[in-house]
C-alpha cells in the first residue's frame, strides 16, 4: 500500500509539473502519452488511444481552454504525430516525437 500511495505522490508532483512549466502543445502531448501509458500498464500495447474525455474536459484537467486543446491536437496532427479517428480516439503515429514534445523542461 505505501508502494502505491508512492506512485501516485509521484504521478500527482509529475501533473503539477506538467500545469506549470509546459506549453499548450507540450501538455496535451503529455496527456496522449499519460493516457497510452495507462492502457500499457494494463496490457495493452496499442498505438490507438481511447480518451473517453471530451475536449472540453481535457481542457479542464489540463488547465487549458477547449480551442486550445483543439488547436493543439490539430498541430499534433498537422505534425504527423497523430492521427484522429473519430472524435474520441487518437492513433500514435510517432511515439517518439511525441514523447519529446511531452518532455517536462527543468
Known amino acids: 500500500m505505501a508502494d502505491d500511495l508512492s506512485e501516485r505522490l509521484n504521478q500527482a508532483a509529475v501533473r503539477l509539473a506538467v500545469v506549470g512549466r509546459l506549453r499548450s502543445l507540450e501538455r496535451v502531448a503529455h496527456f496522449i502519452v499519460e493516457m ?3 492502457l500499457r500498464s494494463r496490457g495493452t500495447d496499442n498505438r490507438l488511444v481511447e ?3 471530451t475536449r472540453e474536459e481535457i481542457g479542464d484537467y489540463l488547465g487549458l481552454t477547449l480551442e486550445t486543446v483543439s488547436r493543439s491536437f490539430s498541430k499534433l496532427k498537422d505534425m504527423r504525430t497523430i492521427a484522429l479517428v473519430g472524435h474520441d480516439i ?3 503515429l510517432d511515439r517518439k516525437r511525441l ?4 518532455s517536462v523542461r527543468s
Open 90 to 92: 487518437v492513433a500514435v
Open 51 to 53: 480518451l473517453h474525455f
Open 36 to 38: 497510452q501509458e495507462r
Open 99 to 102: 514523447s519529446e514534445i511531452a
